[in-house]
């Protein structure tokens, strides 16, 4: 597909998902952790898994965050979606990986926020990818994970992700989890126990979620 094709998908996208999450019924929990590290300026890597992602774009796309894509016609329409949101891009090359290194390193100074999938970019689903987290640590990235769930949805089964798609009108919460902090230095030794905080904090905002969707509708918790 033509860059020019990708672009228009990603305009159609982007102005469906806007009409599409203007009609859910949103919660969200833990909101002021996010702000607090916009507003702090400090490096932050925004996690969620990847079958979240779409709804995520929805609820977060007036805030000013940078999400990693790669450069399959997927991922570029998906960065001309998020462009159109008033998210910005970086696309990971398939050249040599230093290359990337030194794309990221050059646009760390003006985007301390980004956001990428924990299981991303083709699973296994919802396993923290252990190249992330050095990634991170090698940049002094905070780590800030992200749960989203909703009720009614409709999930795709035949993707590797299990998408989960809120319907319109749809019940959808948002939980922001406590920041992860790594050493500047990650040691392979202790590599797996990182991995393994982070999939449990995922898994735990994504519980909580679930938990606000459940409660009587008069018993919502409050936006912040």
């Known amino acids: ?23 859910w019924r949103r919660q969200q929990h833990g909101l002021q952790r996010l702000d607090t590290q916009f507003a702090s300026g400090e490096r ?6 990847h079958g979240d992602y779409l709804a995520l774009l929805a609820l977060l796309h007036h805030r000013r965050v940078c999400a990693l894509t790669n450069r399959s016609w997927r991922g570029r329409t998906l960065s001309a979606l998020c ?3 008033g998210l910005s891009t970086l696309e990971l090359p398939a050249e040599p990986r230093h290359q990337f290194l030194v794309a990221l390193r050059r646009r760390l100074a003006e985007q301390p926020v980004w956001a990428t999938a924990a299981d991303g970019p083709v699973g296994p689903d919802r396993e923290v990818k252990p190249q992330l987290l050095t990634l991170a640590a090698h940049f002094g990235f905070t780590l800030l994970p992200l749960g989203v769930a909703s009720r009614p949805n409709w999930r795709l089964q035949r993707r ?13 919460a948002l939980v922001v989890g ?15 126990r990182f991995s393994q905080e ?17 409660q009587p509708a008069g018993k919502n918790n409050p936006a912040r």
């Open 1 to 23: 597909m033509s860059d020019s094709g990708q672009r228009l998908l990603g305009s159609i996208g982007a102005l469906l998902l806007r009409l599409w999450g203007a009609s």
């Open 44 to 49: 932050t890597l925004l996690l969620c898994w």
């Open 83 to 85: 462009q159109r949101l």
């Open 160 to 172: 590797w992700d299990k998408m989960e798609l809120p319907l319109l009108f749809s019940r959808v």
């Open 178 to 192: 406590e920041p992860l902090q790594l050493p500047p230095h990650l040691p392979d030794v202790a590599l797996d």
């Open 198 to 214: 982070l999939q449990q904090r995922l898994q735990g905002c994504h519980r909580q979620a679930l938990e606000l969707i459940r």
